[in-house]
């Protein structure tokens, strides 16, 4: 089925995106609504360039879009579903690897459920 193999040809490239802790935590951020490089940078704890560089290949695989208003370049989901589609990955991974600590666990999926309200409260 040709239909079938585009549709696994396209989620395989999602995949190989997002498979980065940086760009996880990025699309996760984002799911929570726009925000600039400088603000993601201190968010997560990273280096400006190093945000910037995965914004980057996110852009260019149509997953975050940019808006630039004077110097300050600010990106969003495009769909932000994903955000959520990454949160429920948790439950895998809480079932398949026994040697991450079930609070890590609990605790990225309070933070993340936090972001994902104020998403929702603000739509």
Excluded: C
């Excluded at 990025?26 to 993601?40: K, P, R, S």
């Excluded at 996110?58 to 955000?83: F, K, M, N, S, W």
């Amino acid at each position: 089925m040709p239909s079938r193999q585009l549709v696994a040809r396209e989620l395989s490239e999602v995949f190989k995106v997002l498979a980065h802790p940086d760009r996880i935590r990025l699309v996760e951020e984002l799911g929570g609504g726009e925000m600039d490089v400088n603000t993601l940078s201190q968010v997560l704890d990273l280096p400006g360039p190093r945000v910037s560089q995965h914004l980057g290949l996110l852009r260019l695989h149509r997953i975050v879009e940019e808006r630039r208003d004077g110097r300050h370049h600010y990106y969003h989901l495009v769909q932000p579903e994903i955000a959520v589609w990454i949160v429920s990955g948790l439950n895998f991974v809480e079932g398949r690897i026994a040697g991450i600590d079930a609070s890590a666990i609990e605790a990225a999926r309070q933070l993340w459920a936090v972001t994902e309200a104020k998403k929702t409260a603000s739509n």
